[in-house]
């Protein structure tokens, strides 16, 4: 079985800092590991994801989040923060033998301050 | 449409009704999944199709729920005698395959009173 923890349910940051979002996972089998942000009152769009390739996966919107295999750990990270990246955003894992489906952690809701 | 559409956006149901829950994939996607997202939550998987086949309902929280895709395009979410519990967000997603990226629908909110 797979789960994932992140930590912090809310982050707070200012314009132009760095944005730090946790994500630690448990996985039996080696994961596909994968960021979605979540504006109000829409679906969840994909930031990034890894797939067994490179340790460090760049995504859109400047995010970019490294696989530690050591720490099973998957940070999502931003060097400057934008008002626009207000948003909730969740770390989900998947296995290969599970068509797919995805397990959420609980979110963590990012506060842009100016 | 170029995305995933669900219908209705918003569904206020008495506690006992039954409702119906419509999400249109993107053409062509041959997987679609639905996830309910409780408020505060993370979306929790309910359910898996390949086409019209449904390969996975071990997400389904009880045999209330009930999910079909008859020609393995649009699916519908059916709940009967709707609980308090039930109230949520369902999310539709549907991906070319299983492992490829899941394009997520807007979601419909269902509250129960």
């Known amino acids: 079985a797979q789960s994932v923890t992140q930590l912090g349910s809310h982050v707070s940051v200012s314009e132009g800092a760095l944005v730090l979002l946790r994500c630690n996972y448990s996985s039996s089998v080696p994961p596909y590991l994968f960021w979605y942000v979540q504006y109000p009152n829409q679906g969840l769009q994909l930031l990034l994801k890894?797939?067994?390739?490179?340790?460090l996966v760049k995504g859109i919107n400047g995010f970019e989040a490294e696989f530690k295999k050591s720490e099973t750990s998957f940070h999502l990270t931003k060097p400057s923060a934008h008002m626009s990246d207000a948003a909730e955003y969740f770390c989900?894992?998947?296995?290969?033998?599970?068509?797919?489906?995805?397990?959420f952690g609980a979110g963590t809701q990012v506060v842009v301050t100016p | 449409g170029a995305g995933v559409s669900q219908s209705p956006r918003y569904k206020v149901a008495k506690r006992g009704q039954d409702v119906a829950l419509r999400c249109d994939p993107i053409s062509g996607h041959v997987s679609l999944f639905w996830y309910q997202q409780a408020l505060g939550q993370g979306p929790e998987f309910l359910t898996y199709?390949?086409?019209?086949?449904?390969?996975?309902k071990s997400g389904l929280p009880s045999d209330r729920f009930f999910a079909e895709r008859p020609e393995g395009s649009v699916s519908t979410l059916k709940i009967q005698r709707t609980q308090q519990e039930d109230s949520a967000v369902y999310l539709c997603?549907?991906?070319?395959?299983?492992?490829?990226?899941?394009?997520f629908g807007p979601g419909t909110r269902l509250t129960v009173l």
């Open positions: 199709f390949q086409n019209e086949a449904q390969l996975d």
């Open positions: 997603a549907s991906s070319f395959t299983g492992v490829n990226e899941q394009f």
């Open positions: 989900a894992v998947s296995v290969t033998d599970s068509w797919g489906k995805l397990q």
């Open positions: 890894y797939t067994s390739a490179a340790t």
